[in-house]
């Protein structure tokens, strides 16, 4: 999500967790984006966010799915970490870095156990929720968020216990 920033915006630096979820079809859940300030630009991302004071990555990465998806899923029960990346992105023209860690859960139900608790922000630029396979994502005509989605799954499919260093990536 890069765009050019004037030299006075203050990048904002955070932690952050994400999930990868699967169906018991193998889909993982995917939200489709824009930016309301640059509304011609969408992408397919995984729930998750911010992490907030006090809370462990992992009890951002279940709530963040909660209320951004409506799926409820203890802490606990998430596998993971799996990948850890930093994100460098601008979004609403304010330049950000996230450092996140993606944690991986699976359901039976396609239906959310919850209802969704978005932020004024996220309904404002959350356009879709879908059910999507790797090929899928790996055809998708939009950005794809982490690109390393559009690879085969293997990696995180059948996870060993150790955690994949992504990098540094500028969306």
């Given at each position: ?143 794809v968020f982490p690109a390393q989605l559009r690879e085969p799954w ?12 992504l990098g540094e990536a500028r969306e």
């Amino acid at each position: 999500m890069t765009e050019a920033t004037g030299a006075s915006a203050v990048r904002i630096e955070r932690e952050g967790a994400r999930v990868l979820l699967l169906d018991r079809d193998g889909r993982l859940l995917v939200l489709r984006a824009h930016d309301s300030h640059r509304p011609e630009r969408s992408w397919w991302f995984t729930p998750g966010g911010g992490i907030d004071p006090g809370e462990s990555a992992r009890e951002c990465a279940a709530r963040e799915l909660r209320e951004e998806t409506g799926y409820v899923i203890d802490p606990d029960e998430l596998e993971g970490p799996v990948w850890d990346r930093t994100a460098l992105f601008d979004f609403q023209s304010r330049p950000y870095v996230q450092h996140e860690v993606f944690f991986v859960a699976r359901v039976e139900d396609l239906e959310p156990a919850g209802s969704t608790a978005w932020t004024a922000v996220e309904v404002d630029t959350i356009d879709d929720l879908a059910w999507m396979t790797q090929e899928q994502l790996a055809q998708a005509p939009i950005e794809v968020f982490p690109a390393q989605l559009r690879e085969p799954w293997e990696a995180f499919l059948a996870w060993d216990g150790t955690l994949v260093e992504l990098g540094e990536a500028r969306e």
